[in-house]
T-cell receptor, first 111, second 116 residues
Framework: DQQVKQNSPSLSVQEGRISILNCDYT??????FLWYKKYPAEGPTFLIS?????DKNEDGRFTVFLNKSAKHLSLHIVPSQPGDSAVYFCAARQAGTALIFGKGTTLSVSS | EAEVAQSPRYKITEKSQAVAFWCDPISGHATLYWYRQILGQGPELLVQFQDESVVDDSQLPKDRFSAERLKGVDSTLKIQPAELGDSAMYLCASSLGARGPLETQYFGPGTRLLVL
């Protein structure tokens, strides 16, 4: 049973517009959530994180929103740039345990 | 900027052969993780070390996989014998090991294994 789900395998956005990537989870004990970006043939790169005690965290063009009641988080990228084209993984963890990753969403930003 | 180092980057081997992957975490990071990523999936944990001790190896196929971190710094993951289904990207990550933001895991570039 998948504890972290990214239901959209792919997303296409035009340069300058907003990209919204979504993630759902089932384990209410998760207390820390992260987004990673991955280019082909490279390891995942940490992007942004949020603790379960917060509902929003912002870092430049990237903002993560957490809705604990819905067990849902989203990553907003504004404005989107062609260099943002990559696979985005949502990950979650319970204190003292390893990260559980979703299957990823491939973002394509066209110029 | 400090990075997690992994070698080799690519490995092609025949089934039933032995392979080994090496990882050097970011200096000062007490926690080290080995993940396996199959194409189209997210990374899945194989083993987690806290210093030199194994914290979680519940998903490690122990009949053929072994991992060690003898001095609590760098680590080796071994597969013997390799099987066709082991073809995947093997990722190493490290973190400071504490809670909250310090728990953020930083990944190396990975080793792409192809078993023929």
């Amino acid at each position: 049973d998948q504890q972290v789900k990214q239901n959209s395998p792919s997303l296409s956005v035009q340069e300058g517009r907003i990209s919204i990537l979504n993630c759902d989870y089932t384990n209410s004990m998760f207390d820390y959530f992260l987004w990673y970006k991955k280019y082909p043939a490279e390891g995942p790169t940490f992007l942004i994180s949020i603790s379960s005690i917060k509902d929003k965290n912002e870092d430049g063009r990237f903002t993560v929103f957490l809705n604990k009641s819905a067990k849902h988080l989203s990553l907003h990228i504004v404005p989107s740039q062609p260099g943002d084209s990559a696979v985005y993984f949502c990950a979650a963890r319970q204190a003292g345990t390893a990260l559980i990753f979703g299957k990823g969403t491939t973002l394509s930003v066209s110029s | 900027e400090a990075e997690v180092a992994q070698s080799p980057r690519y490995k092609i081997t025949e089934k039933s052969q032995a392979v080994a992957f090496w990882c050097d975490p970011i200096s000062g990071h007490a926690t080290l993780y080995w993940y396996r990523q199959i194409l189209g999936q997210g990374p899945e944990l194989l083993v987690q070390f806290q210093d030199e001790s194994v914290v979680d190896d519940s998903q490690l196929p122990k009949d053929r996989f072994s991992a060690e971190r003898l001095k609590g710094v760098d680590s080796t993951l071994k597969i013997q014998p390799a099987e066709l289904g082991d073809s995947a990207m093997y990722l190493c990550a490290s973190s400071l090991g504490a809670r909250g933001p310090l728990e953020t895991q930083y990944f190396g570039p990975g080793t792409r294994l192809l078993v023929l």
